[in-house]
C-alpha cells in the first residue's frame, strides 16, 4: 500500500502562494493522486488529482515529480477561506480504497 | 438537498446501548464509505462498498458493522456502543471510474457515547 508523508502543519500570508509537498514513495505505476481539504466544521471536498502530468483547476495546480515519489498542491494565492486541513491520498493500487492520513493544517495569516 | 445525506446529526447515548448511523445519497453512486475522524487526528476508513454485495473491512471495522441495503443506502452499527467510539463520522461516496473516484462527503454525524 502506498504511505504517504506530509507536514504537520504550515503557514502563510493571504494572497501569497502556498506550496504544500507529499511525498508517496510506494506509489503504485497506475494510482492517481488525490488531494482533498477539509474546512473547519465540514467534511472533505476535492481539491485535485493526477497521474503524471501537472494538472490545473479553479481551486488549485498540481504538480507530479517525473518519477512520482511527491507531488505539491499550488494555491496561487492563499485567502483567508483556504485555511483548512489538506490531505494528500494516492488509492491502494487501484482498489479506490482511499485511506486518509492526518494531512497538513494550513494557517492563513491576515 | 444534500446529495449525500447523513442521520441523525447528532446523537448522544450510553455505554451498551445499540446505535445506527444511516447514510443514503442521491449521485447514483455505487461506492460508499464510512469514516471517523477524532479530534486533531485525520479520517480513518471504517469499512467500504463497492456495490450492494461488495463489503470490505477498513482500517478500524472492529466494534462496528455495516449494512448495504441498497445501492442509495448505506449503515453503520455499533452494536455496544463504548465510550472511545466518541467520534464525528462521515459518509462517503463515489463514482465508479478510472483515475477519478471523487468523493463526496456528507456532513458527518456527531457521536457521543457515555
Known amino acids: 500500500d502506498a504511505k504517504t508523508t506530509q507536514p504537520n502543519s504550515m503557514e502563510s500570508n493571504e494572497e501569497e502562494p502556498v506550496h504544500l509537498p507529499c511525498n508517496h514513495s510506494?506509489?503504485?505505476?497506475?494510482?492517481?493522486i488525490h488531494w482533498y481539504r477539509q474546512l473547519p466544521s465540514q467534511g472533505p471536498e476535492y481539491v485535485i488529482h493526477?497521474?503524471?502530468s501537472n494538472v490545473n483547476n479553479r481551486m488549485a495546480s498540481l504538480a507530479i515529480a517525473e518519477d512520482r515519489k511527491s507531488s505539491t498542491l499550488i494555491l496561487h494565492r492563499a485567502t483567508l477561506r483556504d485555511a483548512a486541513v489538506y490531505y494528500c491520498?494516492?488509492?491502494?493500487?487501484?482498489?479506490?480504497?482511499?485511506?486518509f492520513g492526518t494531512g497538513t493544517r494550513l494557517k492563513v495569516l491576515a | 438537498d444534500a446529495d449525500v445525506t447523513q442521520t441523525p446529526r447528532n446523537r448522544i447515548t450510553k455505554t451498551g446501548k445499540r446505535i445506527m448511523l444511516e447514510c443514503s445519497q442521491t449521485?447514483?453512486?455505487?461506492?460508499m464509505y464510512w469514516y471517523r475522524q477524532d479530534p486533531g487526528l485525520g479520517l480513518r476508513l471504517i469499512y467500504y462498498?463497492?456495490?450492494?454485495?461488495?463489503?470490505n473491512k477498513g482500517e478500524i471495522s472492529d466494534g462496528y458493522s455495516v449494512s448495504r441495503q441498497a445501492q442509495a443506502k448505506f449503515s453503520l452499527s455499533l452494536e455496544s456502543a463504548i465510550p472511545n467510539q466518541t467520534a464525528l463520522y462521515f459518509c462517503?461516496?463515489?463514482?465508479?471510474?478510472?483515475?477519478?473516484?471523487?468523493?463526496?462527503f456528507g456532513e458527518g454525524s456527531r457521536l457521543t457515547v457515555l
Open positions: 493526477g497521474l503524471t
Open positions: 449521485k447514483g453512486h455505487d461506492r
Open positions: 510506494t506509489i503504485s505505476g497506475t494510482d492517481y
Open positions: 462517503a461516496t463515489s463514482v465508479r471510474g478510472v483515475g477519478t473516484g471523487e468523493l463526496f
Open positions: 491520498i494516492p488509492p491502494r493500487g487501484g482498489t479506490y480504497k482511499y485511506i
Open positions: 462498498s463497492f456495490d450492494v454485495k461488495d463489503i
